[in-house]
């Protein structure tokens, strides 16, 4: 395939729901990242998988978020109880191995709480 | 722990002007050192790279040494076009328990008018 997929392309929920958010890294890649970028913040890292490894869950703000990735493949981020500071862009992103390797973005997930 | 800093934006320069965007890093040991760059409307991309100190990262005509006595990663270009209109992001890459995660700066937004 082409690049990295991600879906929805944009949210709208209301504040205390639930949302997902799911990611098709490209084919091949063992690395898969979760960055949010917010208006005036740049990119803020959430979780990373590699390959068969434990994720790197430092980055997650807080444990209304979680993040799984099923078969080494399409991963997907939920989001409970939403609150309107979740509101940004969730971007994607998977490389060869991690590292040096390029990081090959989505074009995010655009989230907004209402 | 790792950050990136780079300068605050947004800049604004006409074609053909020359230009830098300030990047500084903090970070232990010696990382990899990374520009990327988010076109209007498309997902962020690699735009060149670092990895060890003294090396020089080039592509499309931009330019990046990576200073380790300075901890700094300036971008460079001789003469910007209205192409080159986009948000430009410095990162750093330095495996921390295992996890080789992307650490990004607050990005810079350049505007190039005709």
């Known amino acids: 395939g082409a690049g990295v997929s991600q879906s929805p392309s944009n949210k709208v929920t209301e504040k205390g729901k639930d949302v997902e958010l799911r990611c098709d890294p490209i084919s091949g890649h063992t690395a898969l990242y979760w960055y949010r970028q917010s208006l005036g913040q740049g990119l803020e890292f959430l979780i990373y998988?590699?390959?068969?490894?434990?994720?790197?869950k430092s980055g997650l703000p807080s444990d209304r978020f979680s993040a799984e990735r099923t078969g080494g493949s399409v991963s997907t981020l939920t989001i409970q109880r939403t609150q309107q500071e979740d509101s940004a862009v969730y971007l994607c992103a998977s490389s060869r191995a991690g590292g040096v390797s390029p990081l090959h973005f989505g074009n995010g997930t655009r989230l907004t709480v209402t | 722990g790792n950050s990136v800093t780079q300068m605050e934006g947004p800049v604004t320069l006409s074609e053909e002007a020359f230009l830098t965007i300030n990047c500084t890093y903090t970070a232990t040991g010696y990382p990899s050192l990374f520009w990327y760059v988010q076109y209007p409307g498309e997902g962020l991309q690699l735009l060149l790279k670092?990895?060890?100190?003294?090396d020089k990262g080039s592509n499309k005509g931009f330019e990046a040494t990576y200073r380790k006595e300075t901890t700094s990663f300036h971008l460079e270009k001789g003469s910007v076009q209205v192409s080159d209109s986009a948000v430009y992001f410095c990162a750093l890459s330095r495996t921390q328990g295992g996890s080789e995660k992307l650490v990004f700066g607050k990005g810079t937004k350049l505007t190039v008018n005709p």
């Open positions: 998988f590699q390959g068969n490894s434990a994720p790197d």
């Open positions: 670092a990895t060890k100190a003294d």
